[in-house]
């Protein structure tokens, strides 16, 4: 067959593309060799759906291994008792989990979108909003953190079926314990998503939400610097919060509500590429390496709050105990939107974001959000940090000027050739 050199060549320049820029937006990571490997093999060609000697189809002997060592592998990373890596996705993984444990117009409480919480976790244009009955918390204006007592008024109020907690822009620890408590207080049933945080849960490095929430749902391409996809968790097992019935009988525990509701609930065949590409990611997650590592990217991050903090800029609850900061630009007179669209222009990646209690709209915000777990991936230290800041800075005070946004961007591709990428 003919080599389609038209694909080829986009996809060599998106290579090009993340060698020479400079990636700040927090859900992203540059994953390994060998997981970029895994993904292209010839695993892609296999139907496997069921569970690993549970399938509906032959051939699976090989597959079985490559699914049940994911699974070992994710269990011993963060310590859980059942995981179900078929997920295609962090969307998918709470969709799963939604149908598995909710009937349809049930009470959900999430964090509210505005404030960091995620599209799953129950926009209207989403299906948890479409689906169910979504209500909110949020951070508390003075603070930006999160009032865990409010929580616990909202959900009496509210009476949730399925409390979710985790984020995509909150760059603070949270209290599962506290969750747990009013989870249970409500009767309702504790979702943990650490998409975003993942890498540092898994080595300790912040709260254990497995010790306290029923269950633990994740993406694997952020932090975790695996492959594109999504995983669902439970330390404990419970009776199914539905009491679901299938022609062949009660489906009785949580887990094997969970499983269903990823195959055939949402999904079909899994995706055993990307499976495979998520066992490296988990062993490699295991290493001294990558430990190194995700205390590093927190290191950065925080070594970037302090420059910020420096330079005038408000950062949402004044730092960060992970790998993102969320900063306010209104004190600067500059838009979300404009910031990404002048930063895109010197070759800096990072993304516009609504802030808590945004006068703006979410095409435009009043903040923007940036990551460090990308860039310590290409080696970048603490001292790295402050000249990011500072081209950061320079970029938006200088950005009616195309000519000086042009020598920003040459200096940060001569700069990014010290941190060689793939090549
Ligand atoms: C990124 C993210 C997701 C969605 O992950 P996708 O893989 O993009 O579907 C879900 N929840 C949270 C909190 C996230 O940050």
């Known amino acids: 067959m003919q080599r389609d050199s038209k694909i080829f060549n986009l996809i060599e320049q998106e290579a090009l593309r993340q060698e020479e820029g400079l990636e700040l937006i927090a859900s992203e990571n540059f994953t390994s060799k060998q997981v970029m490997e895994a993904q292209g093999s010839v ?4 139907y496997a759906e069921g569970l690993p000697n549970k399938r509906y189809y032959g051939g699976c002997q090989v597959v079985d291994l490559i699914e049940q060592e994911a699974i070992d592998r994710a269990k011993e ?3 859980a008792n059942w995981v179900n890596v078929q997920p295609h996705s962090g969307a998918q993984a709470n969709a799963a989990v939604m149908l598995g444990i909710l009937n349809p117009g049930d009470r959900i409480l999430g964090f509210d979108l505005s404030h960091g919480g995620h599209l799953t976790h129950g926009s209207h244009v989403n299906f948890s909003g479409k689906l169910y009955e979504p209500h909110f918390y949020g951070v508390e204006k003075e603070t930006g953190l999160i009032d865990w007592e409010k929580v616990a008024e909202k959900a009496e109020e509210v009476k949730p079926k399925l409390i979710i907690c985790g984020a995509s822009s909150y760059s603070r620890e949270w209290n599962y314990e506290r969750l747990r408590e009013i989870a249970d207080e409500v009767g ?37 610097r695996g492959p594109r996809g999504g ?31 990823v195959f055939p609930g949402t999904q079909g065949g899994p995706l055993e590429h990307i499976i495979a590409g998520k ?7 295991l290493t001294d390496d990558y430990f190194n590592y995700i205390m590093q990217v927190r290191k950065n991050a925080q070594a970037m709050a302090k420059e910020f903090l420096n330079r005038g800029y408000d950062i949402v609850s004044g730092g960060t105990d992970n790998h993102l900061l969320l900063i306010d630009l209104r004190s600067k ?7 990404e669209n002048t930063l895109v222009k010197a070759d800096i990646t990072i993304n516009k974001n609504m802030v808590p209690f945004d006068d703006k709209s979410p095409f435009v915000t009043s903040g923007m959000r940036i990551g460090t777990a990308a860039v310590t991936t290409r080696g970048m230290k603490e001292i790295d940090m402050a000249r990011i800041v500072d081209m950061i800075d320079t970029t938006l005070m200088v950005r009616a000027d195309e000519r000086k946004l042009e020598d920003v961007k040459i200096e940060i591709n001569e700069w990014m050739k010290e941190f060689p990428l793939y090549s």
């Open 43 to 46: 695993l892609t060609n296999k």
């Open 77 to 79: 990373l963060f310590g």
């Open 188 to 224: 309702a049933t504790l979702l943990a998503d650490i998409s975003h945080p993942a890498g540092f849960i898994a080595r300790g490095l912040l709260n254990d939400p497995l010790e306290h929430c029923h269950i633990v749902t994740s993406t694997t391409h952020k932090t975790l």
């Open 231 to 261: 995983i669902i968790m439970t330390r404990e097992d419970f009776e199914n919060p539905l009491g679901l019935k299938t022609p062949k009988g009660t489906i009785k525990t949580l887990t094997q509500a969970l499983d269903g509701a």
């Open 279 to 285: 066992a490296i990611a988990f062993g490699e997650a």
């Open 333 to 339: 007179g500059i838009s979300g939107k404009e910031a």
